[in-house]
């Protein structure tokens, strides 16, 4: 928004000649600025805040309820936007479990944001094993860097490859971050750590469970996008 908006301004407001030194200096930044911070106040930000309200408080209606509900729910809105504000929101409610010792949530956040980049890396193993061509050449270069990203905890390596099929690989990550998150909750994995990707496997009290949980959930994610 911001970048089509200053370069809407600059074709738009003449200036004399004298003057035009400043305006990439000055007048673009400020009034660029100045119209995306209101539009994200007043317009953008309105739904994105009861967006945000809404998940917070389902999050917290669910802790007294089922443990694997709460897992499937926290996987998957720790999954679908990849980062987003979505993700944003469900970390800063498992932080806040996380400061009154109950790290399972974050855990299963940490574990469900390495679902895409695994689970699309495992999908282009077994196209090859079963001689399936869902890749572009182009797109198994870019897995190269998105498996060693995702086991960091960095989704955005994936972004090339999920932005050509978004749907149907958002639809892939949601059922297989349900089922990680769902199995963390199941198995009680703890972590003190709070992002890391497999960095955090020495603090894990169930790292090996962990993993698995990881992997399954891998696993469904790559079988439904290669299916």
Known sequence: LAGYLANYLKNTIKLPSWFEGIKPMLILPFLTTLIVGLVMRYII?????????FITSTLTTLQGGSILVLGLVVGILSAVDYGGPI??????FCLGLMSEGYTTPMNALISA????PLGLTICYLLSRIVKKEIFSSD???ALKSAFIMGCCQITEGSYPIILNDLVRITICTAIGAAING??????????????????????????????????????????????
């Open 113 to 116: 944001s390495m679902i895409a």
């Open 45 to 53: 930000g309105i739904p994105i805040n009861a967006l945000q309200g």
């Open 87 to 92: 993700n944003k929101v469900v970390f800063v």
């Open 182 to 227: 769902a199995l963390v909750f199941y198995w009680e994995c703890t972590n003190p750590i709070a992002w890391g990707g497999f960095f955090t496997i020495p603090g894990q009290n169930h790292p090996g469970l962990w993993t698995i949980a990881l992997l399954i959930g891998s696993c469904v994610f790559a079988v439904l996008c290669l299916f």
């Open 139 to 141: 797109e198994a270069n």
